[in-house]
C-alpha cells in the first residue's frame, strides 16, 4: 500500500467550501484508479498517553480547522500511473485554484508513505 498525505490548516469560514473541493477531487482520483480517496477532520488534538499534542507541533490558528487527507494507491508505481492522468486533468487545476483562495497553499503540509507493516 502506498500513501499520500496532506495536511491541512483551513479558516471555519472556509470548510464546507474546502470539502466540496476535496470531494470533487476525489472523485477525479478514484477515476483514474486511486483505490481511495478520503478527508477526517480533527476531533481531538490534545496530548495524550504520553505523546505531544498534535497541534504543539506546528501553528493552528483560533478560526482554523485540521484536516487530513489520504490518497491510496496499491503501490509507487501505481500511484506514479494515476497521478500522472491527474496532474493533466484540467478540472484537477481548477480545484487547486480554488483551494488557493480557501487557504495559505505554503501551509499544507505534504508526504508519500509506503506501507511497512
Not at 476525489?26 to 498517553?49: H, M
Not at 496499491?74 to 480554488?98: A, G, N, P, T, W
Amino acid at each position: 500500500m502506498f500513501t499520500s498525505i496532506y495536511l491541512y490548516r483551513v479558516p471555519k469560514a472556509q470548510v464546507d467550501a474546502f470539502l466540496q473541493i476535496q470531494r470533487e477531487a476525489a472523485q477525479i482520483y478514484r477515476s483514474y484508479g486511486a483505490l481511495d480517496d478520503v478527508t477526517f477532520v480533527a476531533s481531538n488534538l490534545e496530548a495524550k498517553y504520553g505523546c505531544l499534542a498534535f497541534d504543539e507541533t506546528f501553528p493552528v490558528g483560533a478560526d482554523e480547522v485540521v484536516l487530513i487527507s489520504l490518497s491510496s494507491f496499491l503501490d509507487r508505481f501505481h500511484h506514479d500511473e494515476v497521478m500522472s492522468k491527474v496532474d493533466v486533468d484540467e478540472r484537477i487545476d481548477e480545484l487547486y485554484q480554488q483551494v488557493t483562495t480557501l487557504l495559505d497553499i505554503g501551509r499544507v503540509i505534504r508526504g508519500e508513505f509506503e506501507q511497512v507493516v
